[in-house]
C-alpha cells in the first residue's frame, strides 16, 4: 500500500439517468484532475426518483451504470466505486437490489455489494421511507478488495453506518479504508451523520470515505451533503458542504500504523 488521494464525490442526482451520468462523468474529472486515484461515487448516483419509477428503470439503469463506472475507470485510469444503484433481481420483477461496485483501472469489476440493512423510517420531518418496499435485502457480509497499491477496500452502503458490527466484519478482515456511499436524509444527516462517520472511522481505525448526495432531489426529498474523507484518528480530513463537488484528501499507510499502534483497541478486545 502507498500513500495516494481518494476523492468522495458528492451530487444532487435527479431521476433523470443521462444527466446524472453526465454530472458523475465532470466531477470524476475535476477528482482526477486533483490527483485523485481512488474515486468515490455516492448512492443513487445515477439515479433518485420515486421508487416505482426506479424498479420500472432498474434494467436500464443497471445496465447503462455498469457500462459508466467501466468506461471511466479505463479512460482515467481509476479504481471507482459505484455507491449505490438499482440491480433487478431475477425472480422478483417488483423489487432490485441496492448494489456497490468496485472497478479497477483494467475495467474490472472486483467488488459487489448488495445492501444488507433497509431504510424503512418514519423520520420527524413527516417524510416516510420504505425501502424495503422495492428494494430486496442482500444477505451477505460486505467483500473486502485487496489492492496492493490501495490497501484492503471495504464496502458499505448509507444505513449500515448506523450498525457498527458490519463494520467490525471488516475490520476483522484486515480493513484499511471503509467506503459509506449515502443519500443521507436532510433531517437526520444535520444530528447524526459526521458522528457516524467518526466513530466508524475511530472504533476500526480505518479511514472512512463517504462520497454524498446533496439538496432537492425531487418533490419533498432532501439529502444532507457533506461528503466527507474521515482517517482513522476520527479527524476531518475533506468535507465537501453543501453543494455538488469533490471531498479530495490523501490516505497515508504511515498514518494509518502510526494510529493503530498509538490505540491498539482492535488488539484489546474481549468480545468477538
Not at 37 to 50: A, H, I, M, R
Not at 52 to 80: G, N
Not at 158 to 182: K, N
Not at 245 to 251: C, K, R
Request: with cysteine; hydrophobic share 40%.
Amino acid at each position: 500500500m502507498k500513500s495516494y488521494l481518494a476523492a468522495a464525490i458528492q451530487m444532487t442526482s435527479k431521476p433523470d439517468l443521462g444527466k446524472n451520468l453526465v454530472e458523475a462523468e465532470e466531477l470524476i474529472d475535476l477528482a482526477v484532475r486533483q490527483g485523485a486515484e481512488l474515486v468515490s461515487l455516492p448512492e443513487n448516483f445515477s439515479f433518485l426518483g420515486k421508487e416505482v419509477d426506479k424498479v420500472a428503470q432498474a434494467k436500464k439503469i443497471a445496465a447503462e451504470t455498469d457500462l459508466f463506472l467501466r468506461k471511466m475507470a479505463q479512460r482515467f485510469q481509476i479504481t471507482i466505486l459505484g455507491g449505490g444503484f438499482p440491480v433487478p433481481v431475477a425472480d422478483n420483477p417488483e423489487k432490485a437490489y441496492n448494489t456497490a461496485v468496485l472497478v479497477t483501472p483494467d475495467g474490472q469489476e472486483v467488488a459487489r455489494y448488495q445492501k444488507v440493512h433497509l431504510f424503512d423510517v418514519d423520520v420527524p420531518d413527516g417524510n416516510t421511507y420504505q425501502e424495503s418496499s422495492t428494494v430486496m435485502a442482500g444477505k451477505n457480509v460486505p467483500p473486502i478488495y485487496n489492492s496492493d497499491t490501495l490497501g484492503k477496500l471495504g464496502l458499505s452502503i448509507c444505513y449500515d453506518v448506523r450498525f457498527p458490527e458490519l463494520y467490525r466484519q471488516l475490520s476483522q478482515q484486515g480493513a484499511d479504508v471503509l467506503f459509506i456511499p449515502a443519500a443521507f436524509t436532510a433531517f437526520t444527516g444535520k444530528d447524526h451523520w459526521k458522528v457516524l462517520l467518526q466513530a466508524r472511522a475511530i472504533e476500526n481505525t480505518c479511514y472512512v470515505i463517504a462520497p454524498a448526495q446533496t439538496g432537492n432531489h425531487y418533490e419533498r426529498r432532501y439529502t444532507h451533503g457533506h461528503a466527507m474523507i474521515i482517517d482513522p484518528w476520527g479527524a476531518i480530513l475533506a468535507d465537501a458542504g453543501n453543494a455538488p463537488g469533490v471531498a479530495v484528501a490523501e490516505i497515508n499507510p504511515n498514518r494509518l500504523k502510526q494510529v493503530r499502534q498509538q490505540m491498539p483497541s482492535l488488539q484489546h478486545r474481549v468480545f468477538v
